[in-house]
Structure formats: C-alpha cells, structure tokens
C-alpha cells in the first residue's frame, strides 16, 4: 500500500518502520519498568537479522503482490527453522517430514510465476531474504527469559544500523507513505508483537504455530480486497499446499480412541 505505488521509497519505509517500532516498544518498556537488555551475543544476532528482514521485506514489495510475498515469507520462516532444528540434533518424525516437503513443494510453485522478469525474480530473492532473517531473529529469541524486552532492544539497536544502511539511498516519501509506515511500525509491529506476547503463554503448546496459518491466508485476500491483487489459481494451490505442509509438520498425531 505505500511502496508498490510509490508514496515512499523502500529504503525509507524500512527506517520509519524500525524507528517507530523501536520507539513504541522502548515506550511500553519505560512505562512497566523493565530494563532493556543491551549485552550478549544474541543481541547482536537478533539486531543483524531483524535489519535483513525489513531491508528484504521493504524492498520486496516494490514490485511483489501483498499475497504473494506474505506466503514466500511464511514458508521459508517456516522451513528454515524446521531445517535448523533437524541439523542441530532434533530427528524429525515421518510426518515433520512429509508436511515440510509439501510446503517446500508449495513454496516452489508460488515463487514459479513470479520470476518471469528479472525484476519480480529480485522481489523474490528479496522476500527470501527476508523470511531466513525473520527465522535467525526467532530462532535467537527462543531462550529469552523476556521476549518484549528482548524485542524493544532489537529494535532499539537495529534502528542506527538501518539508518546507516539506508541513508545513501532514501529518496522521497510523502505523508501517506509515511503515515502507512509509522502504523506497519508502531501499531501492526510493536503493539501486534506486545499483544503476542502476552497471549502466548495463554495458548496450548501447539496452537501458536498453527494460529500463525492464517497469515498469509489473510495477506492474500487482504491484498485482493484492499489493493486490488488478482487471486490467481496457482498462488491459492501454493497457499493451500505451504499452510497444509506447515500444519502437518508443527500439530500431533491424535492418539488412538481409548489410548492412556
């Protein structure tokens, strides 16, 4: 809504964002009182890879439908994460692997129709980048003891670092361009990441992950509602194919009737 018509820059959307996002957090954190914590070595890792994800996520968008570049996120997210844990120790059960080889499969056919230009190819490659970094900064965050405060520093750190980043490249914004970056900042990513915290704990152990199904389903048709997006054939099978992967792999078996 604001980069793909050209009421901010990629570069920009990116700074506003962090900023905004980074002030938000550091403001709910003053007002309960909890330290930022600014030391150890995954605070670097979690500040380097939210940088790549909202270069890559910004950048994306220039030319990749709101849909479409939603559900590419998703499964690599989703796939990194499940490869990384397989490498490091965890064996994978049948099912994991099954479901992940039907969201990779799914993954394959949504990014098919998109690199038919050198352009589109680029978004791709961008919102692939993206969706490695989202999985390195949750990955780092697993272990924290309190993830909004752990969040608040990461972007507290990042927002020097894109500003360095982007500065040679920031080229126009209007207010609207600014105004849609402030809320993606402020509203959808601090105070969205306040709220999932809090409702986390609340959740049973495997309905996070299957909760977080429904958003690319809800990217694709926000996108064909709000922006207009065609809702293509092959992008609904990829979607169909990536979120029934992913629900495969992350839910449990029920156990058989009368199982103790």
């Known amino acids: 809504m604001a980069v793909e018509p050209g009421h901010i820059d990629a570069m920009s959307f990116a700074l506003i964002r962090v900023v905004s996002g ?25 500040a380097l890879s939210l940088t790549a994800y909202m270069f890559g996520f910004s950048l ?26 397989a490498a490091t120790g965890a064996r994978p059960t049948p099912r994991q692997l099954l479901g992940a080889a039907i969201a990779f499969g799914g993954l394959l056919l949504a990014l098919m129709p998109d690199t038919s230009s050198s352009g589109s190819a680029r978004s791709a490659a961008f919102m692939v980048l993206a969706g490695v970094g989202w999985a390195i900064y ?34 126009h914004a209007t207010p609207v361009g600014i105004a849609i970056a402030v809320v993606c900042g402020a509203v959808t990513s601090g105070l969205g990441y306040a709220l999932w915290y809090r409702v986390l704990p609340d959740l049973q152990q495997n309905v996070a992950p299957v909760v977080q199904l429904s958003v690319p389903v809800i990217a694709i048709f926000a996108g064909s509602i709000l922006l207009g997006e065609s809702l293509s054939v092959t992008v609904l099978l990829a979607a169909a194919l990536v979120i029934a992967g992913i629900a495969l792999a992350v839910t449990r078996q029920s156990p058989p009737a009368g199982h103790k």
Not at 60 to 71: E, F, K, N, P, V
């Open 22 to 46: 980074a002030a938000f957090l550091a403001f709910l954190l003053i007002r309960t009182g909890s330290p930022l914590p600014w030391k150890g070595r995954a605070r670097a890792i979690g």
């Open 138 to 171: 949750t990955l780092s965050g697993r272990s924290s003891r309190n993830p909004l405060s752990t969040t608040a520093a990461n972007f507290v750190i990042c927002a020097p670092i894109t500003l360095l980043l982007s500065l040679p490249f920031l080229s």
């Open 60 to 85: 994306a968008y220039i030319t990749l439908d709101a849909g479409l570049g939603a559900l590419i996120l998703f499964g690599v997210v989703q796939i990194t994460m499940f490869g990384y844990t």
